[in-house]
Nanobody, 121 residues
Framework: QVQLVESGGGLVQAGGSLRLSCAAS????????MRWYRQAPGKQRELVAA???????NYADSVKGRFTISRDNAKKTVYLQMNSLKPEDAANYYC???????????????WGQGTQVTVSS
């Protein structure tokens, strides 16, 4: 059984900051890419940021320069530091991990339950 549990969402004023965390637990051999997605009401889920096990990152254009993704491999945890938040950043944020449960496994996608971010103007 593998679980991804997000935390850190909440209500913040525009211009403020939040830090999201997502911890993976269970029977895990290795974690490849970890990602943050978000979905606002009536919109499609979009990729916000991704980080590989080696630390390479990529970001959606809309968050570049404001958000920073990082991970602690020993803790199987990924973070999303969100600064200069805008009302349009409000959404449910989901953690995603491509991981293997045993050495001969292939990368499988797992998802967290989501954490709500609300930005007041």
């Amino acid at each position: 059984q593998v679980q991804l549990v997000e935390s850190g969402g909440g209500l913040v004023q525009a211009g403020g900051s939040l830090r999201l965390s997502c911890a993976a637990s269970g029977s895990i051999f290795s974690i490849n890419v970890m990602r943050w997605y978000r979905q606002a009401p009536g919109k499609q889920r979009e990729l916000v940021a991704a980080i590989t096990s080696g630390g390479s990152t990529n970001y959606a254009d809309s968050v570049k320069g404001r958000f920073t993704i990082s991970r602690d491999n020993a803790k199987k945890t990924v973070y999303l530091q969100m600064n200069s938040l805008k009302p349009e950043d409000a959404a449910n944020y989901y953690c995603n991990a491509a991981l293997r449960r045993w050495p001969a496994d292939y990368d499988r996608d797992y998802w967290g339950q989501g954490t709500q971010v609300t930005v007041s103007s």
